[in-house]
Nanobody
Framework: QVRLVESGGGLVQAGGSLRLSCAAS????????MGWFRQAPGKEREFVAA????????YYADSVKGRFTVSRDNAKNTVYLQMNSLKPEDTAVHYC??????????????????WGQGTQVTVSS
């Protein structure tokens, strides 16, 4: 069992930055692919970014590529999402998720076994 707790969301003006954190419980954090997804009101949950178990592989949605950076610190059981140049369309509840092992399709939410409760990101224009 893995418990995920996100933090770092908030209200920011367009062009600003936020860093989300996701702290995981359990001793096998380094065995999990970690993903970030988001869901805006009235829209489906969408992929944002993912990082492999050792941090060597990262994946990004086209909409955030070049603005967001995903990273992890396995010693701290934490994954991060640095969000720069934020836009109003980034407004959503952001969730972290964990999937054991490597994923052939890290952008697909279905293989992820564990999810956090989400943290709200609001970007004002």
């Amino acid at each position: 069992q893995v418990r995920l707790v996100e933090s770092g969301g908030g209200l920011v003006q367009a062009g600003g930055s936020l860093r989300l954190s996701c702290a995981a419980s359990g001793r096998t954090f380094s065995s999990y692919t970690m993903g970030w997804f988001r869901q805006a009101p009235g829209k489906e949950r969408e992929f944002v970014a993912a990082i492999g178990w050792n941090g060597g592989n990262t994946y990004y949605a086209d909409s955030v590529k070049g603005r967001f950076t995903v990273s992890r610190d396995n010693a701290k059981n934490t994954v991060y999402l640095q969000m720069n140049s934020l836009k109003p369309e980034d407004t959503a509840v952001h969730y972290c998720a964990a999937a054991f092992g490597g994923l052939t399709s890290p952008t697909n939410p279905n293989p992820y076994d564990y999810w956090g409760q989400g943290t709200q990101v609001t970007v004002s224009s």
